[in-house]
Structure formats: C-alpha cells, structure tokens
C-alpha cells in the first residue's frame, strides 16, 4: 500500500534538479556524477517526466523519450531505497505507460542490466533480438560534418 502523502506528479518544471541529481548518486550506478546542466537538457527533451514525492522529499522518479504513436523508450527509473518494496516502482511505470505521450504507443523499450523480474512483473518481456547501441561520445572526435546546418534547440 503506497503511503497517503505520496504524490506522483507529471511536470518537467516540478524537479528539484538537485535533489534528483542526489536520488541518482545514490541510487543509479549508470547515472551517478550527471551534472545539474546536462540533467535539465535531459529533463527537457523528455515527456513524460514523472516525479514522486513524500511530501518535498524526492523520492521516486522516471522519464521517457517517445514519437507518440510508433515507440518510446523509458530511461532513468528511480526508487529512494528507504521506499522499494511497497508498490510505487510499478505505479511509476504504469504511470508513465498512461501517460497521453505513452498511451498509444506501438512499442515501449526499456534496457535494464539487473530488474527484468521487476519489469516482466508489469509485462515486459526479454528481447534480444533489436538491440544494438552506439557509444556515441567516443564516437565525436571524428565525427564528419553534416551536409546540414542543424538549428541549435537542444536545452532551450
Ligand atoms: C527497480 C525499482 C525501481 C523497483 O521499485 P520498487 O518500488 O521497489 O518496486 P515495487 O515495490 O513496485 O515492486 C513491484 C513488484 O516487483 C517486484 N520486484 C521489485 N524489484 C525486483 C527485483 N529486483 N527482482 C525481482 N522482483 C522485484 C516486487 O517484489 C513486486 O512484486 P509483487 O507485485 O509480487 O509484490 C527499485 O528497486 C530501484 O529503484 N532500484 C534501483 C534503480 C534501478 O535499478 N532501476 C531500474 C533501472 S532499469
């Protein structure tokens, strides 16, 4: 049973970047020591963006990337220890998942290293067959220019 005074909430201006910079030095190995500036540009570009909330207190957060109609992806999927085990971890990710953005949406992909039987729980399932990655910041030492000139609007 989730406690009365959490509260979920669904706006990107509502994230304390500081206490969610903590939340993940904490407990996010693959988001430890992310800076306050790149975690806005992050928070930014992504919708949904779901925090929850013991009262100020940080304590839960997750975010997606998503086309609206084709995929998503969700990223980032956070429970403050002192608060697993009681039910909020899924209902973040439902919430996500109903989100108007995630709704209608085809495919939703998530990569994982350690909770597939957290995931599978909401209905996920293992796929190893579409994955593949880019190690895009070793990439830009010999990154070509682009035939275009790009309009910078990342982080506005
Ligand atoms: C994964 C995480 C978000 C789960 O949050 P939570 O609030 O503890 O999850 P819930 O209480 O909603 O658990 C829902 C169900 O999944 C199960 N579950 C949760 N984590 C699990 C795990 N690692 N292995 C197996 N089952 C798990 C719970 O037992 C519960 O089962 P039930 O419905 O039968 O009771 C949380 O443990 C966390 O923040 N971990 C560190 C960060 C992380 O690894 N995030 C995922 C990155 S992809």
Known sequence: MTS???QFRDRQSEVDLYQLQELFNMSA?????RSIED???????SDPVISVWDGERLIGFARATSDGIYRATIW???IHPDYR???IGSKLVETVLAHPKMRWVER???MTTHQQKFYEKIGFQANNSTTMVLDNQSRMSYLATPEIQFQE???E
Do not use: C, E, M, T
């Open 108 to 110: 939703v992909y998530l």
């Open 4 to 6: 009365p005074q959490i």
């Open 39 to 45: 975690l806005r540009i992050a928070i930014a570009n």
């Open 76 to 78: 980032d999927v956070v």
């Open 153 to 155: 609007s990342l982080g």
């Open 85 to 87: 085990g009681n039910g």
């Open 29 to 33: 190995f693959w988001a430890k020591g």
